[in-house]
């Protein structure tokens, strides 16, 4: 009698065997030929070697479903058994779809700038995305990270941000050194169980595949054939991001975010962000994409808010230029 031992790598087996076994009971019922004893990540098969075989290729195709679209419904699994045509059509993805999140909904770039970002990143290993809140711009970051990985294109993705306080001090948050840090980097993690089934992002983290820590670990470090996205660049010092920039290694992409409108260093000229976009503005293979207000994909108010402060902000300018203008006339005379 035939036998053979598979792998289920990197699936959530409640979603995959379905509540109660019901999908892996669906499955099983359409090979009566075939034993199929299903243990965690791992898969029994006894029986007639046809069988055996043919029962594998669908297997394979219903994995390949699992790992596109984070889900497999009992209706994909009767296409796919059946050889229903339209089980073999879901796969082809529209040009604009990125990948397909936890519930099968595809992630797309939604605004004109975030589809900049991601041609940019087609051509270029360094790219910045400067932009207020709301606008998509770590989320798009993250996407296509973990497109790369899914694509086998790199082997790792590294998240990082610099841990500035933005009215709190670090100190006396309680806790040890991780879960004082952890709130600075939680925006992360949630775009990323917005993409990746929970288990799947937990055992990523434990293999170091997925990677997320603050801007200081990554002093010393060389870092190749990875995703590597710097969120909040405009908390970091100029000392810092260069630091960070010089950590690229080969086939490795760099993603570094801000907002220069956010920034809660001591002093604006502080940034290391305002400062990379003068230093490097005419580095030809370095990209650099402005988002704006009409990028804002939150909520209606937040473009209302965003678009308030940046006026607020150019009227305080105007009233420093105007002054300064006027101390000046005053001096002179």
């Known amino acids: 009698m035939f036998e053979k031992l598979i792998l289920l790598e990197g699936i959530d087996p409640l979603e995959f065997y379905g509540v109660n076994n019901a999908k892996i009971d669906l499955i099983k019922a359409f090979f009566p030929k075939l034993k199929i004893i299903s243990r965690g990540n791992q898969l029994i098969v ?14 394979q195709f219903l994995l390949d479903h699992y790992h596109q679209f984070n889900i497999l419904p009992e209706e994909t699994i009767r296409q796919v058994m059946n050889n229903d045509p339209l089980a073999f059509d879901i796969q082809t993805n529209p ?5 397909h999140g936890n519930t099968g909904k595809p992630i797309r770039a939604r605004t004109p700038n975030q589809r900049i970002l991601v041609e940019e990143c087609r051509k270029s290993d360094l790219i910045f995305a400067i932009g207020p809140a709301g606008t998509g711009k770590t989320y798009t ?28 001090r670090l100190g006396f948050l309680p806790g040890d050194l991780k879960e004082k840090i952890d709130p600075y980097l939680q925006p992360l993690y949630d775009a990323l169980l917005d993409m990746i089934p929970a288990k799947k992002l937990e055992e990523f983290m434990k293999d ?21 996205i710097l969120d909040e660049a405009q908390n970091t010092t100029l000392n810092q991001l260069k630091m960070f920039l010089t950590r690229m290694g080969m086939n490795a992409k760099f993603i570094i975010t801000g907002d220069e409108t956010q920034i809660d260093l001591p002093s604006v000229s502080q940034s290391g962000l305002i400062q990379a ?16 207000s009409n990028d804002i994909v939150r909520h209606r108010l937040v473009r209302e808010i965003v678009d308030a402060y940046d006026k607020y902000h150019q009227m305080q300018l105007a009233k420093k230029e105007e002054k300064k203008q006027t101390d000046k006339n005053n001096e002179n005379d």
């Open 46 to 59: 006894q029986g007639d070697k046809k069988e055996s075989v043919a029962f594998e290729h669908k297997l």
């Open 208 to 228: 170091g595949i997925i990677q997320i820590a603050p801007l200081a670990f990554m002093r010393g470090r060389t870092l190749s054939d990875a995703f590597v």
């Open 277 to 292: 976009k003068k230093i490097l503005r005419d580095i030809k293979d370095i990209s650099f994409v402005q988002f704006n």
């Open 95 to 99: 040009s604009d779809v990125l990948l």
């Open 141 to 168: 970051a993250i996407a296509l990270a973990v497109r790369a990985l899914k694509n086998r294109e790199i082997r790792r993705i590294i998240l990082s941000r610099p841990a500035v306080e933005a009215g709190e």
